[in-house]
């Protein structure tokens, strides 16, 4: 009897030290089914019965049957036209700088020369950085050519109709494709400082370091700030690391190298102050690597590494939009592709830095309540 008696001895003493982290006793249970309600999610959020793609449309000819093919746009399930401008060169400079995914032209003389002729052109200018919306936007674009052809007959008079759809990608990426190796770089970043999490932080307390550092002449500000200027530091070296891999396999980096590395410091700064939030709760190593995990795979789906957020469901784009990676990964994506400069992506940034200066008198004030 006596094994039995130690078996049980053993567990009791298992059940108790679980209770004494109760984060870990959490997500003891709750882990199985976190992980299947991310899946769950993942998968409603790819399964939108229609897209929201923003597209903007310069109609220069301004004709009844220019009109009627912008009707037919707006009605669209796949795009969604949400400007209509007067020239060529403000549809191209809302591409350029991310605020639509694409710019249709309707030339001028579109419809005396469907008229007159028969046949008549458009062009679709589409920003080619991101993944699958360039495809579905032609896709919707030619099928909305295609209808006014079909019935431009009845309504114009017309036999033989013919719309041509001429595609301009907007892009900096290789024919090769790889349209994903921006994201890829952002999300190294936010893996990268979430292990540092998992060193500077919930290591140091189970060696018993991190107290004595707390009952150093040290502010627990400047204690985060330096452990924040190594992870900038790791995350330059990580970043030089992925753009000489990337520059390798034929990457074309337009924009400028120094926006790359302030962008991917960025996001490292946020996830490490969001971090150390979590840290303050969590106190395994162990705990805090299990939920590092179980964040990655919706963070691949939901911050626009594999696809835009735009082609989520409503709920999964209120969920991106939500995220500061999201829009550290954009930035990424506008300076190396379309070469945009730091005016283009000032706005990514600024949510960046706001957030972060957010987390981190949050994670220094929990920090001093758990000390």
């Not at 992870?231 to 330059?236: E, H, N, Q, R």
């Not at 030089?240 to 490292?268: E, H, K, Q």
């Not at 939901?302 to 939009?321: M, V, W, Y």
């Amino acid at each position: 009897m006596r094994p039995v008696r130690d078996s049980a001895a053993i567990a009791f003493k298992e059940i108790r030290q679980l209770g004494r982290d109760p984060v870990s006793l959490i997500l003891t249970f709750m882990f199985p089914i976190l992980l299947i309600g991310i899946f769950i999610i993942i998968t409603a959020a790819f399964s939108a019965p229609s897209y929201n793609i923003p597209v903007v449309v310069a109609d220069l000819d301004t004709s009844p049957a220019s009109e009627v093919l912008v009707d037919k746009m707006t009605t669209s399930s796949i795009i969604r036209v949400t400007e209509l401008l007067p020239t060529e060169e403000q549809a191209l400079h809302r591409v350029e700088t991310g605020d639509a995914m694409g710019a249709v032209i309707i030339p001028q003389g579109f419809g005396e020369s469907l008229l007159t002729t028969g046949r008549a052109f458009i062009v679709l200018q589409t920003d080619n950085s991101k993944i699958t919306a360039p495809t579905l936007i032609q896709a919707a674009v030619n099928r909305e050519a295609a209808d006014l052809a079909s019935t431009a007959g009845g309504q114009f008079g017309v036999k033989q109709v013919a719309v041509e759809v001429i595609v301009r990608p907007i892009s900096g990426r290789p024919p090769t494709g790889d349209p994903i190796l921006p994201g890829f770089l952002g999300m190294i970043a936010i893996l990268g400082a979430f292990d540092d999490i998992v060193n500077a932080i919930t290591r140091e307390r189970e060696r018993g370091t991190f107290p004595r550092l707390l009952l150093s002449p040290v502010s627990i500000i400047s204690i985060y700030s330096g452990k924040m200027a190594a992870t900038v530091l790791l995350t330059a070296l990580r970043t030089t690391l992925m753009l000489i891999i990337f520059v390798l396999m034929g990457l074309a980096v337009r924009g400028n190298i120094l926006l790359i590395y302030l962008t991917t410091s960025l996001i490292a700064v946020f996830t490490l102050s969001l971090g150390l939030v979590m840290s303050s709760r969590i106190r395994g190593s162990s705990t805090l690597t299990v939920l590092e995990i179980a964040l990655t795979f919706p963070l691949f789906q939901l911050t626009g590494i594999f696809q835009s957020p735009e082609l989520l469901t409503s709920g999964g784009r209120a969920i991106a939009r939500a995220l500061p990676w999201t829009y550290g990964n954009e930035a990424l994506r506008r300076v190396i592709y379309l070469g945009l400069g730091l005016d283009a992506i000032a706005g990514d940034l600024l949510v960046l830095m706001i957030s972060s200066l957010i987390m981190l008198p949050i994670a220094t004030m929990l920090s001093k309540r758990t000390m």
